[in-house]
């Protein structure tokens, strides 16, 4: 599963990134320790123009009885994407980025313990996650827009550490997720695939970041040397 993630850089890199309005006025914080049922950033395109929102982490679908549901949906699995209920509507309209710079995951040590493991791009550089969203109405009538992490089988470098990784999509596939008008699943079933290991580093982090409460400077900061791929080969 894909549970935490980081997205620390600035917001005129963010803006620059994902090619939204400059204009555009949002109450910006780097987040080092991002979390499910926590409102996080979303990129979607309105036709025109992408534009950023926030959306609550972890979706509840619109034929949901409460919203309790959420915090069981805050991953859809690219096998299954296209054919479970919670998820394939969504995915044929109604999908999103999730700007990130870097995931955690819980690596088991020889003592048995679990430690915690920061992976980024080798260039430090953002991404994006795949994701998907929906609107649910709430008895009262209010509406809240939530969403979920498309993850995939690890490559290489992540299944030493956890056995799924969150979907990076490759910048030039970006707008092909985003776009309202495609609705051909098997392309986007396609895209859903582990980014390369190659281009990819993990290294170790405190444990703290294990608190959702934590969410400073102190979560990203190494605690070892990165561990890449080869190494030790």
Same mark, same amino acid.
């Given at each position: 599963?894909?549970?935490?993630?980081?997205?620390?850089?600035?917001?005129?890199?963010?803006?620059?990134?994902?090619?939204?309005?400059?204009?555009?006025?949002?109450?910006?914080?780097?987040?080092?320790?991002?979390?499910?049922?926590?409102?996080?950033?979303?990129?979607?395109?309105?036709?025109?123009?992408?534009?950023?929102?926030?959306?609550?982490?972890?979706?509840?679908?619109?034929?949901?009885?409460?919203?309790?549901?959420?915090?069981?949906?805050?991953?859809?699995?690219?096998?299954?994407?296209?054919?479970?209920?919670?998820?394939?509507?969504?995915?044929?309209?109604?999908?999103?980025?999730?700007?990130?710079?870097?995931?955690?995951?819980?690596?088991?040590?020889?003592?048995?313990?679990?430690?915690?493991?920061?992976?980024?791009?080798? /260039? %430090? @550089?953002?991404?994006?996650?795949?994701?998907?969203?929906? !609107?649910?109405?709430?008895? $009262?009538?209010? =509406?809240?827009?939530?969403?979920?992490?498309?993850?995939?089988?690890?490559?290489?470098?992540?299944?030493?550490?956890?056995?799924?990784?969150?979907?990076?999509?490759?910048?030039? /596939? %970006? @707008?092909?997720?985003?776009?309202?008008?495609?609705?051909? !699943?098997?392309?986007?079933? $396609?895209?859903? =695939?582990?980014?390369?290991?190659?281009?990819?580093?993990?290294?170790?982090?405190?444990?703290?970041?294990?608190?959702?409460?934590?969410?400073?400077?102190?979560?990203?900061?190494?605690? %070892?040397?990165?561990?890449?791929?080869?190494?030790?080969?």
């Amino acid at each position: 599963m894909c549970g935490r993630y980081t997205i620390t850089i600035s917001l005129e890199e963010l803006m620059l990134r994902f090619h939204l309005d400059p204009d555009f006025q949002l109450d910006y914080r780097p987040r080092y320790n991002v979390a499910p049922g926590q409102m996080v950033l979303a990129v979607v395109n309105d036709g025109r123009r992408n534009r950023l929102g926030e959306l609550k982490w972890g979706l509840v679908p619109p034929w949901a009885q409460d919203e309790t549901i959420g915090s069981k949906l805050i991953n859809a699995r690219a096998e299954t994407v296209a054919e479970k209920p919670a998820f394939r509507l969504s995915l044929e309209r109604k999908r999103c980025l999730l700007p990130a710079d870097g995931f955690y995951e819980w690596k088991k040590a020889a003592d048995g313990k679990k430690r915690p493991m920061r992976i980024v791009l080798r /260039d %430090e @550089s953002p991404f994006a996650l795949a994701g998907l969203y929906e !609107t649910w109405t709430t008895p $009262d009538g209010r =509406k809240i827009s939530t969403c979920t992490v498309v993850t995939t089988t690890p490559n290489r470098l992540v299944a030493d550490i956890h056995d799924r990784m969150p979907v990076i999509l490759r910048p030039e /596939d %970006e @707008s092909t997720w985003l776009d309202r008008d495609m609705r051909d !699943t098997a392309r986007l079933l $396609d895209l859903l =695939k582990p980014y390369p290991a190659e281009e990819m580093t993990a290294y170790p982090v405190a444990a703290a970041v294990g608190n959702v409460r934590n969410d400073g400077p102190d979560c990203i900061r190494p605690v %070892e040397p990165p561990v890449r791929p080869g190494d030790g080969e």
